[in-house]
């Protein structure tokens, strides 16, 4: 069964404190990996999309990473406004449907 | 330009009624689809359509839940017979759609669906 798995579930980092999310995903030919941002009460804030492996994209303080099993958002010197949660997500193959992790809830403390 | 639009953004209905959500997805995008959120759960996939074609169906929970779309633009979620396992968060997005091999999906804000 394909499945997405992020962690850690939660995490607290001091501004500044640079970290990394990952997401984990098994699903036979990969035809997209998309990171999203949600902020309470609102709907998932797209970031970036990756396809292949050992391709990176940037945005800001984050960057996001691929390899054939996994995706990193790096975050470099957060600050408080980066505080939300960060879902991955991957196109299940043969459908239009999206498979999605539950979450790493980020909080960065000023 | 407008991104996708829900309509309420929060609605509070008792046990046994009927509810309709709405969702104006962006201009252009040919594909739509529905979502629900659960506290603490991931995006739990309900219906996608293309135009006003719902070719995948398999998310929705029960026949309790329905939804059409209309001119290949707004779509509207219908839950009868509400329960209290069906509030949650409903999240509409769309895309471009059109068979492509991968597609960007851009989300609404939700409506907050709370049955009592």
């Known amino acids: 069964e394909d499945q997405v798995t992020q962690s850690p579930e939660a995490l607290r980092l001091q501004e500044g404190e640079s970290s990394s999310l990952n997401c984990s995903y098994t699903?036979?030919?990969?035809?997209?990996l998309f990171w999203y941002r949600q902020d309470p009460g609102k709907g998932p804030e797209f970031l970036f999309t990756?396809?292949?492996a050992g391709e990176e994209k940037e945005k800001e303080r984050l960057k996001a990473t691929l390899t054939k099993k996994e995706s990193f958002l790096h975050i470099t010197a957060p600050k408080p406004e980066d505080s939300a949660t960060y879902l991955c997500a991957v196109q299940d193959p043969g459908t239009y449907k999206y498979i999605f992790g539950t979450g790493t809830r980020l909080k960065v403390l000023a | 330009g407008a991104g996708v639009s829900q309509s309420p953004s929060n609605k509070v209905t008792e046990k046994g009624k009927d509810v309709e959500l709405r969702c104006d997805p962006i201009?252009?995008?040919?594909?739509l689809y529905w979502y629900r959120q659960s506290l603490g759960q991931g995006l739990e996939f309900l219906i996608y359509?293309?135009?006003?074609?719902?070719?995948?169906k398999s998310g929705l929970p029960s026949d309790r839940f329905s939804a059409e779309r209309t001119g290949g633009s707004v779509s509207t979620l219908t839950i009868q017979r509400t329960q209290q396992e069906d509030s949650a968060v409903y999240l509409c997005a769309s895309s471009l759609g059109g068979g492509r091999g991968t597609d960007t999906q851009y989300f609404g804000p939700g409506t907050r669906l709370t049955v009592l």
């Open positions: 990756l396809y292949s």
């Open positions: 699903v036979s030919g990969l035809r997209g």
């Open positions: 201009s252009g995008h040919t594909a």
């Open positions: 359509f293309q135009g006003n074609s719902a070719p995948d």
